[in-house]
């Protein structure tokens, strides 16, 4: 069964190949008739379509920047995916520390910027505009 469908990537669980499926992608040792792994990615995720090359760089980086994504009331935002032990996918805006107060770096559809903007005393205003004169900065 393996070999008639298109090998996407590399199983985060066990290693095996993962397959294209009608509703996503599987671990292929998930379509044998006695199941080895229960990996499973739905093709859609936070009511947004992934495609074929963004499954395959998620598989094979184990996390990608994407936009697009958006809330049950239809508010869009970015989210770094990426999987937890178990093969479950991870969404978060968190991408790091920021290099100027320490503070939480979060990205969003137009820059990436420091959690601590708000902050009452000494507010941080580290930005990294995502598009810079048409170029892309950040994905």
């Not at 509703?23 to 495609?51: H, I, M, Y």
């Not at 936009?67 to 937890?84: M, P, Q, V, W």
Request: hydrophobic residues 30%; charged residues 20%.
């Amino acid at each position: 069964m393996e070999s008639e469908k298109t090998v996407c990537g590399k199983c985060p669980i066990c290693g095996a190949n993962v397959v294209k499926t009608l509703k996503g992608w599987a671990c292929a040792d998930s379509l044998l008739s006695e199941p080895k792994c229960q990996f499973f990615l739905f093709s859609t995720v936070g009511n947004r379509k992934l495609s074929d090359s963004e499954a395959s760089i998620l598989l094979s980086e184990k996390r990608i920047l994407l936009d697009g994504f958006a809330t049950r009331e239809g508010k869009c935002f970015s989210s770094i995916l990426s999987f937890n032990q178990d093969g479950s996918v991870n969404m978060s805006s968190q991408i790091g520390n920021c290099p100027k107060c320490g503070g939480i770096l979060y990205t969003g559809p137009k820059s990436v910027s420091c959690g601590n903007f708000k902050r009452q005393e000494n507010p941080c205003n580290f930005t990294i505009w995502r598009n810079i004169g048409g170029h892309t900065s950040v994905s």
